[in-house]
């Protein structure tokens, strides 16, 4: 069965650094997506990217953040310069031409700020 | 309280045992889906109600969504220990575009 895979599953940084997480997306879907979960709280929504642009972002999402398809099937998050409060598990998830409908996740990558 | 709430936050019961789990929302919404999460996983899709529809099933899963109340349930029948996990519902509302809105999620252990 087609998966959303995440790497790495856990990265450990220091504040200020630069982190970039890696999404490969199930290949005919067209919507891809971050959201994040900081430990014990809710399933936040980050960010929505189609046709090679942002459709919507959270204000969540400030300039620190950005996305990118570089290829044809990666979708990266970059963070520019981390704080303690990014720390959380980053899930990327994906969904075919119904843009409202299911989403599928992938494992999520877990990061750590020092 | 924000769009999609669960309630209760944490259900014990035993393997064999029906989980009820509700969740409340605030604005109108396109659909409503129920999704699980295994601990430190990623979250799993379950069921997706829209907004015309009352009630759905999926083998042992029965959602209702009632609107005038802005609410649903999730009915987990003859549960087994492997169910244990954390449930979220999440909304698609009507302006929202593509984005989800997760509700804080029931903590559901099942014992053997």
Redesign the interface.
């Known amino acids: 069965e087609p998966e959303?895979t995440q790497t790495p599953s856990h990265q450990v940084t220091q504040m200020g650094q630069e982190v970039i997480l890696r999404c490969v997306p199930i290949s005919n879907h067209l919507?891809f997506?971050w959201?994040r979960q900081i430990l014990g709280?809710?399933?936040?929504?980050l960010v929505?990217f189609?046709n090679n642009e942002i459709?919507?972002k959270?204000e969540i999402f400030d300039d620190q953040f950005s996305v990118e398809r570089p290829d044809g099937s990666n979708f990266t998050l970059k963070i520019r310069s981390t704080k303690l409060e990014d720390s959380a598990m980053y899930?990327c998830?994906s969904?075919d031409l119904s843009?409202?409908?299911?989403?599928?996740?992938?494992?999520?990558s877990r990061l750590t700020v020092l | 309280s924000q769009q999609g709430e669960e309630d209760p936050q944490a259900l014990s019961i035993q393997e064999g045992e029906n989980a009820t789990m509700n969740c409340s929302y605030k604005t109108s919404i396109n659909n409503l889906q129920w999704y699980r999460q295994n601990s430190g996983r990623g979250l799993v899709h379950l069921i997706l109600i829209r907004s015309n529809e009352r009630e759905k099933h999926s083998g042992r899963l029965r959602v209702t969504l009632d609107t005038s109340k802005k609410s649903s349930s999730l009915l987990i029948t003859a549960s087994r220990a492997a169910d244990t996990a954390s449930y979220f519902c999440a909304t698609v509302t009507n302006n929202a575009g593509n984005m989800l809105t997760f509700g804080g999620g029931t903590r559901l252990m099942v014992k053997p």
Request: aromatic fraction near 30%; charged fraction near 20%; charge should be negative.
């Open positions: 959303v919507y997506y959201y709280q809710k399933v936040e929504f929505s189609y459709s919507e959270s899930f998830a969904s843009r409202t409908g299911e989403l599928f996740f992938g494992e999520g």
